[in-house]
Nanobody
Framework: QVQVVESGGGSVQAGGPLRLSCTAS????????MGWFRQAPGKPREFVAA????????YYADPVKGRFTISRDKAKNTVFLQMNSLKPEDTAVYYC????????????????WGQGTQVTVSS
């Protein structure tokens, strides 16, 4: 089993930054990808960003390219999402995702989810 815990959500004005963190513990030796998804009210959960744990290769959804950066600290089993130039449409619950086989790029890739952290961007 893998335990996944996020932190760092909150409220911010448009144009501001936020940084999310996610730490995985437990059976992490078999994990090869972590990432972030988000879900706004009334909408399906969508991919935001992912990183291949072994190589550090990163992937981003088009709406966040150039504004968000995903990174990892292998020693701490932690992944970060630095969000800059935030927009009201970024408001959502952000979920950390763990994929045992590679970077989680779609909902069905995910083996373990975090509990979610709220991000609210006001205009």
């Amino acid at each position: 089993q893998v335990q996944v815990v996020e932190s760092g959500g909150g409220s911010v004005q448009a144009g501001g930054p936020l940084r999310l963190s996610c730490t995985a513990s437990g059976r992490t030796f078999s994990r090869d990808g972590m990432g972030w998804f988000r879900q706004a009210p009334g909408k399906p959960r969508e991919f935001v960003a992912a990183i291949k744990w072994s190589s550090g290769l990163t992937y981003y959804a088009d709406p966040v390219k150039g504004r968000f950066t995903i990174s990892r600290d292998k020693a701490k089993n932690t992944v970060f999402l630095q969000m800059n130039s935030l927009k009201p449409e970024d408001t959502a619950v952000y979920y950390c995702a763990v994929d045992l086989r590679g970077p989680p790029l779609k909902y069905s890739d995910v083996d373990y989810w975090g509990q979610g952290t709220q991000v609210t961007v006001s205009s």
